[in-house]
């Protein structure tokens, strides 16, 4: 149990595009969804805390406008990078924490590899 | 906020030895999680620790939640090359941060067969 997805694994585009990536729960329902950023060999870095039906929450320094964020379901968050740049080229990952969670488990989806040419 | 100390940093280790990583916080902490992440993947659960004291194993992994839940290490008996990976821990964030984690800065493993 506790499966999470994202869709694609990888992308590469051009500079200037916006791409879309997906994160979904398989098996559970997922209060709060979870984006993070992951550069070579280091921590994750939170960007934004995703609720459904509500704006997410950005962490400081991350742009709204730049990252969006839309949480349609319990099961699907989606994050946007808009107008990417090669600066943008990171492993993505999102995170889900279920409904019956009591001590704020996540657990992760495979991430997904941007590279902005 | 809270800050979660990782050591060590990295390990150089051959197949077969026993193996020991450990956090420490700043502040106290309810809950230790502790997730691998393989390369070019996603963190993986695995083991949570929900009290003061407590002992939990999974497999040859063994996490224990420090008496002053200011701590918590992971061990990994007898290593295979499949251990390798990054290691992290993990505890809420505190405060209003609501069902957010706080993550050490990973134990980078590797296994020399």
């Known amino acids: 149990g506790a499966v999470v997805s994202q869709h694609p694994s990888r992308v590469i585009c051009k500079s200037g595009t916006s791409v879309k990536i997906e994160c979904r729960s398989l098996?559970?329902?997922?209060?709060?969804m979870f984006w993070y950023r992951q550069f070579p060999k280091q921590s994750l870095m939170l960007m934004a805390t995703?609720?459904?039906?509500?704006?997410?929450?950005?962490e400081q320094g991350v742009e709204k406008d730049k990252f969006l964020i839309n949480h349609a379901s319990l099961t699907l968050s989606t994050l946007t990078v808009t107008s990417a740049h090669p600066e943008d080229s990171s492993f993505y990952i999102c995170?889900?924490?279920?409904?019956?969670?009591?001590?704020?488990?996540?657990?992760f989806g495979p991430g997904t590899r941007l590279t902005v040419l | 906020g809270q800050q979660l100390n990782q050591s060590p940093q990295s390990m150089f280790i051959q197949e077969g030895e026993d193996v020991s990583m450990n956090c420490t916080s700043s502040?106290?902490?309810?809950?230790w999680l502790w997730y691998k992440q393989d390369p070019g993947e996603g963190p993986v659960l695995l083991i949570a620790?929900?009290?003061?004291?407590e002992l939990t194993s999974n497999g040859r992994l063994t996490a224990q939640f420090g008496i002053t839940r200011k701590d918590s290490f992971l061990n990994i008996s007898a290593s295979i090359p499949s251990d390798v990976g990054i290691y992290f821990c993990?505890?809420?964030?505190?405060?209003?941060?609501?069902?957010?984690?706080?993550f050490g800065q990973g134990t980078i493993l590797t296994v020399h067969p």
């Open positions: 098996d559970f329902q997922a209060t709060t």
């Open positions: 995170s889900a924490t279920p409904l019956a969670a009591v001590y704020n488990e996540q657990f």
């Open positions: 502040s106290i902490f309810n809950t």
């Open positions: 995703s609720n459904e039906g509500s704006k997410a929450t950005y």
């Open positions: 620790l929900y009290k003061a004291g």
């Open positions: 993990a505890g809420p964030a505190g405060g209003t941060s609501y069902g957010k984690l706080t």
